[in-house]
C-alpha cells in the first residue's frame, strides 16, 4: 500500500481526542528524558512516533501507563486525568500495552493465552476453571479472527514463529477490551511477509473502533500503516503531520530520515 492511499488522518474538528498528553516531563536521575511533550490520540486513529534510539518514544509509553513516572505534565484519557496513576489501575480504565518482546505463555496454546486475558480474568487457576460462557468463547475467536491465528488457537505457543507469538500478544491486549492499544515496535526481528502481515492486523483493528498508537522503526512499515506521524528527537516534539509531510520536513530528514538513509545503504 502506498501512503497516499492511507486514510487521511483524524483533526481535532473532525474526532474527538481519547488521549492527551499536556507539557509532560520525564526526568530519570538529572536527565531529563521528556521535555514538555504535547501529544493528541484521536478516536478511530493510528499514530505512529518515530524518532532515533533514545529520542524518548518507550519512555513516553511507559509515563502514559504509568511505568515511568512523569514530574511534571499531565496525561489524560477521555479527559480524566491519569497522571502518575498505577500501571493496573490505567489498564483497568481502557489502555492497552504491549512491549517490544513477546510476553506470552509459551506452554500454554495461543487459546488459553487469550483466555487468560480476558477482562475480568484473575490469575491462571481461576481464569482456566472458571466457566467458559459462551459470550467468552465468542470473545477468544473474535480476537483470534482478527489476528490471524484462527488456524494456530489450539497449537502450543512455543511452536510459533517470533512474528506469530507477536500477534498472539497483541491478541492478549485486545482481549482486555481496550479503547487505546499501544504497541513498542511491534515488528522487531519479523520477516518482511510477518511485517506487511501485522500492519493489516493493525489497520484491521483501527478499523474496529480502536485508537492504536505505534512506536516503528521500519518506514516502509510506517507508510504502510501511518494516518499521522510524531516525530520525538531528544526528548521533544520535533515534527507532526502526515507521512507526506513527515517525509519532506527537513528538520526530520536532517536528523532522521537522512541517517536511516545512510544506513540503510551502508
Do not use: C
Amino acid at each position: 500500500m502506498t501512503a497516499a492511499s492511507v486514510t487521511a488522518a483524524p483533526t481535532s474538528s473532525t474526532a474527538k481526542s481519547v488521549l492527551s498528553v499536556k507539557d509532560l516531563n520525564v526526568v530519570f536521575s538529572g536527565f531529563q528524558a521528556l521535555k514538555s511533550v504535547n501529544l493528541e490520540v484521536y478516536d478511530g486513529e493510528i499514530l505512529t512516533i518515530i524518532g532515533a534510539n533514545g529520542a524518548g518514544k518507550s519512555t513516553l509509553l511507559d509515563a502514559i501507563v504509568g511505568k515511568s513516572p512523569v514530574a511534571s505534565g499531565n496525561v489524560y484519557y477521555s479527559g480524566k486525568d491519569i497522571t502518575n496513576k498505577q500501571p493496573y489501575e490505567i489498564a483497568r480504565l481502557g489502555i492497552g500495552r504491549k512491549f517490544q518482546n513477546p510476553n506470552v505463555y509459551n506452554e500454554l496454546t495461543v487459546f488459553d493465552n487469550i483466555l487468560l486475558s480476558l477482562k475480568g480474568s484473575h490469575g491462571i487457576f481461576e481464569s482456566m476453571l472458571a466457566k467458559l460462557t459462551k459470550a467468552r468463547k465468542g470473545k477468544i475467536y473474535d480476537v483470534l479472527e482478527r489476528t490471524g491465528l484462527l488456524d494456530q488457537a489450539f497449537s502450543e505457543v512455543s511452536s510459533l514463529s517470533h512474528g506469530q507469538k507477536q500477534w498472539v500478544e497483541i491478541a492478549m491486549v485486545l482481549a482486555q477490551d481496550p479503547s487505546i492499544v499501544l504497541l513498542d515496535e511491534p515488528t522487531a526481528g519479523m520477516t518482511a511477509e510477518e511485517t506487511y502481515a501485522t500492519g493489516e492486523i493493525i489497520k484491521s483493528i483501527a478499523k474496529a473502533d480502536y485508537s492504536i498508537v505505534v512506536i516503528e522503526h521500519d518506514m516502509e512499515f510506517v507508510k504502510q500503516i501511518a494516518e499521522r506521524i510524531v516525530v520525538l528527537h531528544q526528548g521533544e516534539v520535533l515534527a507532526e503531520g502526515s507521512v507526506q509531510e513527515i517525509q519532506s520536513n527537513p528538520k526530520v530528514i536532517e536528523v532522521y530520515l537522512g541517517r536511516e538513509t545512510i544506513n540503510a545503504a551502508a
